[in-house]
């Protein structure tokens, strides 16, 4: 699955954990990869807090007007409504994290893109 739906997004995604797989009714969880350059867009989520648990490689994370270095071991709280945005600015690395929502189905989410 591509991370976003916006063809310009990149990255890759499964679902681990939501309603669909396991029944969930209260959050899902997810596995996604960015290889060196790829960026998942600006966007927010007007019915979601998210959050990211970075496992392997770094990344440059905005989130609203912070940028951060996730790095693993990094995890990183993302508010409903808050801008964000991930940019695997390693040149040899793909980065690999956890992703996850207080919802249990993309749908339920929303994604509104920014850039």
Same mark, same amino acid.
């Given at each position: 699955? !591509?991370?976003?739906?916006?063809?310009?997004?990149?990255?890759?995604?499964?679902?681990?954990?939501?309603?669909?797989?396991?029944?969930?009714?209260?959050?899902?969880?997810?596995?996604?990869?960015?290889? $060196?350059?790829?960026?998942?867009?600006?966007?927010?989520? $007007?019915?979601?807090?998210?959050?990211?648990?970075?496992?392997?490689? !770094?990344?440059?994370?905005?989130?609203?007007?912070?940028?951060?270095?996730?790095? $693993?071991? !990094?995890?990183?709280?993302? $508010?409903?409504?808050?801008?964000?945005?991930?940019?695997?600015?390693? !040149?040899?690395?793909?980065?690999?994290?956890?992703?996850?929502?207080?919802?249990?189905?993309?749908?339920?989410?929303?994604?509104?893109?920014?850039?």
């Amino acid at each position: 699955m !591509s991370a976003g739906g916006d063809p310009r997004d990149r990255g890759r995604l499964v679902e681990l954990v939501s309603q669909q797989l396991v029944g969930s009714e209260r959050l899902m969880v997810g596995l996604a990869w960015l290889s $060196p350059g790829e960026v998942h867009l600006l966007h927010h989520h $007007p019915h979601a807090d998210e959050w990211y648990y970075i496992i392997r490689g !770094s990344a440059q994370f905005t989130i609203g007007d912070e940028v951060i270095r996730g790095e $693993p071991g !990094s995890a990183l709280w993302i $508010p409903t409504a808050v801008p964000h945005r991930i940019h695997n600015d390693h !040149s040899r690395e793909t980065l690999e994290f956890l992703w996850g929502f207080d919802r249990p189905r993309l749908d339920s989410v929303g994604i509104v893109w920014e850039e």
